[in-house]
């Protein structure tokens, strides 16, 4: 099993910079694959970004394309999320999400593990 603990949230005006953290341990996490997804009040969660077990291969959302870049370095155990020219509409809790596997996927029954989750709210 692996543990997953997200950081890096807060509260920032539109067109600000963010970069959130998830840091892993229990298992090997080059063994993962890494998500990201976002859950706003009465919302469902849904799927932001996700990288295969080496970050070579990505994924994102149609609206973070070209504003967030998932990364990981498999040597820290850490998973990341670079949030660029942050909009309102971006406000939710950010979870981190890993799946046993070497590529990615972006529904949330796909992934076994999540962290507690980390608020971001975007003022305009």
């Known amino acids: 099993q692996v543990q997953l603990v997200e950081s890096g949230g807060g509260l920032v005006q539109a067109g600000d910079s963010l970069r959130l953290s998830c840091a892993a341990s229990g298992r090997t996490f080059s063994n993962y694959a890494m998500g990201w997804f976002r859950q706003a009040p009465g919302a469902e969660r849904t799927f932001v970004a996700a990288t295969n077990w080496s970050g070579s291969s990505t994924n994102y959302a149609d609206s973070v394309k070209g504003r967030f870049t998932i990364s990981r370095d498999n040597a820290k155990n850490t998973a990341y999320l670079q949030m660029n020219s942050l909009k309102p509409e971006d406000t939710a809790v950010y979870y981190c999400?890993?799946?046993?596997?070497?590529?990615?996927?972006?529904?949330?029954?796909?992934?076994?593990?999540w962290g507690q989750g980390t608020q971001v709210t975007v003022s305009s």
């Open positions: 999400a890993a799946q046993k596997a070497s590529r990615y996927y972006y529904r949330v029954h796909e992934y076994d593990y």
